[in-house]
DNA sequence: TTGGGGGTTAGAATCATTCTAATTATCACT
DNA sequence: AGTGATAATTAGAATGATTCTAACCCCCAA
């Protein structure tokens, strides 16, 4: 017989990655995540802490912090720097670059072809190994 | 008759371009840009103080942060970030990417074929205007 | 000479993030 | 269901790179 749920059943991806990883479930780590897949705008962590406040005023920006980090250990969100700025969070899983819009502050994925990033890998010297590329832009959008 | 300089004339580089830009040259200016060009390994602005501090005892860490952000603005050198490590500071002017070493922490530049440069222009939409392009690897070399 | 305007300096302030220590929740096993 | 072991959360302090502030210095032009 099945056991009874007391909450909702929690997304699939989340804790499959987590119990994968020997975490836990939580109602913290359930937010977060569902908070960055809600509004795909690449929040900072205190945005993503006023969002979540909303829904559990009690939650921590500690909390935050350790959620996010453990979604980006779990390789279900990404952290995206641009300069010295504060990191945002990003859940989108494909392969993409970052566009950062100066006018508006607004950050946007840019999907990357599997061929571009061969290309970009293949002008490195044999003796690197690379694990991860990064590419970036700066600009505006027009309109 | 010519005047007679009482330090040895400074690099043609640096003094054009501050120039353009109205700023003045200055022994700490001119010793902070040389150190960067003697030794091209990316370094923080902590280590720029240190190796400066061995031939002007008395200048200040501020004085380092605002010399190295005025090399930045006259297009010098380039600020280079990974993740939320500290800037570093590279003087070569060619366009590159830059490939971290986990390994030894050492950043190491990858010069960039402007038809590369062109490629990953190429893949966004036409209402983007990209003014900078940023590629970064992350991985380690073998010896 | 003198005054104005960078430039430099030491130290305080900022701000994102991490750490600490105490509390609370969850799990496995009775 | 009860219990202990372990993981997670929390508030607040600490950290560390960078920026700001305010006083001082230096160069040049009048
Ligand atoms: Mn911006
Ligand atoms: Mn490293
Ligand atoms: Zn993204
Ligand atoms: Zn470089």
Chains 1, 2 share one sequence.
Do not use: W
């Not at 945002?88 to 599997?114: K, M, Q, V, W």
Request: hydrophobic fraction near 35%; glycine fraction near 4%; proline fraction near 9%.
């Amino acid at each position: 017989m099945a056991s009874s749920p007391r909450t909702a059943p929690p997304s699939g991806a989340l804790n499959r990655r987590l119990a994968d990883s020997g975490l836990r479930s939580t109602p913290q780590r359930e937010l977060i995540y569902d908070v960055l897949l809600r509004k795909r705008d690449h929040p900072t962590a205190d945005e993503v802490f006023v969002r979540v406040k909303t829904e559990m005023p009690t939650i921590s920006l500690a909390t935050v912090y350790n959620g996010l980090e453990t979604l980006v250990q779990c390789d279900l969100v990404r952290a995206v720097n641009f300069e010295r700025g504060p990191t945002r969070y990003c859940p989108n899983l494909r392969p993409h670059a970052h566009f950062h819009d100066e006018r508006s502050g607004a950050t946007h994925d840019i999907d990357l072809p599997p061929a571009l990033i061969e290309h970009v890998k293949a002008i490195l010297p044999p003796e690197y190994r690379a694990e991860a590329v990064e590419i970036s832009f700066r600009g505006s959008t027009s309109r």
